[in-house]
């Protein structure tokens, strides 16, 4: 039973992404094998400058979920487009309204007698 519960979570809890995530994953792994054509590199000159396999960037550019992010940020270095990962949660929109939400609740001063 402990064998078959472990397998388990593994298949599908570390494989699995909701859909849109995956559609996310799909579109980065895109966009990162375009960058690859237009340096017209090919997937083994990739490999070897991220030093990783050529099955991993091929992985990157199908957006497998289970590739660490380190080998994308080899990748990204690899394309000269590290610089990029810090664009991530950059905006945070959601964030911001909800720190402004709690800035706007003004505490009342005591009032002196």
Same mark, same amino acid.
């Given at each position: ?9 593994? %298949? ?10 995956? $559609?996310?994953?799909? %579109? ?22 991220? %030093? ?13 979920? %289970? ?16 610089? !990029? ?14 720190? !402004?939400?709690?800035?706007? $609740? ?8």
């Amino acid at each position: 039973m402990y064998n078959y519960v472990a397998n388990m979570s593994k %298949t599908t809890m570390g494989n699995k992404l909701p859909r849109k995530l995956e $559609q996310k994953m799909q %579109t980065v792994g895109e966009q990162i094998r375009l960058a690859r054509l237009r340096r017209d590199l090919s997937v083994a000159q990739v490999a070897e400058r991220a %030093t990783c396999s050529p099955m991993t960037i091929a992985r990157i550019e199908k957006g497998a979920p %289970t590739v660490a992010i380190g080998i994308y940020l080899r990748v990204l270095y690899a394309l000269q487009l590290d610089d !990029d990962i810090l664009l991530l949660a950059q905006k945070d929109e959601m964030g911001r309204a909800l720190q !402004d939400l709690a800035l706007k $609740q003004r505490q009342r001063s005591s009032k002196k007698l």
